[in-house]
């Protein structure tokens, strides 16, 4: 059947025209008794789910049909099969981004249902929360090595920026003192400044990531951690660390600077270009996950009124 086989793929365009010309087909199922938004729910098809929010009375057709297994939509959002999680990992980055798009889902689903369904016992005698306890416990697994092994390498790159950055820091204070105690004139050179203030700013925010991910790997890792606090300490960890490699790299060029003065033009040109390539490469590598991550757990999300026009 067109309806049932486009909420399964995904095309709402085609599934909005067919309920415009025909409003009687949303009350169309399949062979388990599931109306389309619960297809679209097993499917994780969001594009498709979001068509509800244009409905202008949906009590009667989301909220109260069962499946013939005795499913209700939460268990259906409940439920992570190996078709799903195929198609999970083609739409999320890596399994703790994939973990949060599932708890987004179930949270999502939940707002629909009445609290007394919550609860409710299917044929295998499991409430949804049971049975996403149970079907996603290798996606959580997985989730957490991913989370351990980003975080253990960026906490060895963080640290090795804080250990160059307070060394140098202390050589060039101590090589500013002169041996009879006095102050040397570099001290008040524009280059000397610029250095003293990003390598402090470097050394303060390599820490700081050191810390954030330091707080991942002590996390326990439940369930609902994977839907804003984990990847909120991520994100702010690796926006920490690029800020960090910034500041170190403007401290190395204000040093470069001061180290050969009497070549101006020169120092100036490789002073600019070498710190800016590091720094490049690491927000080429990275702003896509931070991206994603930004957009995943501060921006409005995936569900939705999408279009305003009402359909039933």
């Known amino acids: 059947m067109?309806?049932?086989?486009?909420t399964e793929v995904g095309?709402?365009?085609?599934?909005?025209?067919?309920?415009?010309?025909?409003?009687?087909?949303?009350?169309?199922?399949?062979?388990?008794r599931q109306s389309i938004f619960q297809i679209a729910i097993v499917h994780r098809q969001e594009k498709v789910f979001n068509i509800l929010y244009?409905?202008?009375?949906?009590?009667?057709?989301?909220?109260?049909?069962?499946?013939?297994?005795?499913?209700?939509?939460?268990?259906?959002?409940?439920?992570?099969t190996p078709q799903q999680q195929l198609s999970l990992r083609a739409s999320a980055a890596g399994p703790a981004l994939q973990m949060q798009r599932e708890l987004q889902w179930f949270k999502?689903?939940?707002?629909?249902?009445?609290?007394?369904?919550?609860?409710?016992?299917?044929?295998?005698?499991?409430?949804?929360?049971?049975?996403?306890t149970e079907t996603h416990k290798d996606l959580v697994k997985e989730g957490e090595q991913w989370m351990r092994g980003t975080t253990n390498s960026c906490t060895v790159?963080?640290?090795?920026?804080?250990?160059g950055v307070f060394s140098a820091g202390i050589d060039k204070i101590l090589s500013a003192i002169n041996n009879d105690g006095t102050v040397s004139k570099l001290i008040t050179e524009t280059a000397f400044i610029i250095f003293a203030i990003a390598d402090?700013?470097?050394?303060?925010?390599?820490?700081?990531?050191?810390l954030m991910f330091l707080s991942i790997l002590t996390s326990r890792y439940a369930e609902d951690d994977f839907l804003y606090v984990l990847p909120k300490r991520?994100?702010?960890?690796?926006?920490?660390?690029?800020?960090?490699?910034?500041?170190?790299?403007v401290a190395f060029g204000a040093t470069f600077y001061l180290g050969l003065s009497d070549k101006k033009e020169l120092t100036i040109a490789l002073g600019i270009?070498?710190?800016?390539?590091?720094?490049?490469?690491?927000?080429?590598?990275?702003?896509?996950?931070i991206w994603v991550m930004v957009k995943s757990t501060y921006f409005p999300g995936i569900f939705g009124k999408q279009r305003k026009r009402a359909l039933y």
Do not use: W
């Open 2 to 6: 067109p309806l049932i086989r486009a």
């Open 11 to 32: 095309i709402p365009e085609i599934v909005e025209e067919i309920l415009r010309s025909y409003p009687s087909a949303i009350y169309i199922t399949n062979d388990k």
């Open 54 to 80: 244009q409905l202008l009375k949906y009590e009667n057709i989301f909220l109260s049909r069962d499946d013939k297994n005795a499913n209700n939509n939460l268990h259906l959002a409940g439920r992570l």
């Open 108 to 132: 999502e689903v939940e707002k629909f249902m009445q609290h007394q369904d919550r609860e409710n016992l299917n044929d295998e005698k499991k409430t949804p929360a049971d049975l996403f």
């Open 157 to 163: 790159v963080a640290a090795l920026i804080a250990t």
């Open 200 to 210: 402090a700013l470097a050394l303060f925010s390599s820490v700081s990531s050191i």
């Open 234 to 249: 991520l994100m702010f960890g690796l926006i920490a660390l690029f800020v960090s490699m910034i500041f170190m790299m």
């Open 273 to 289: 270009a070498l710190p800016c390539l590091p720094v490049a490469l690491f927000g080429f590598l990275q702003s896509p996950l």
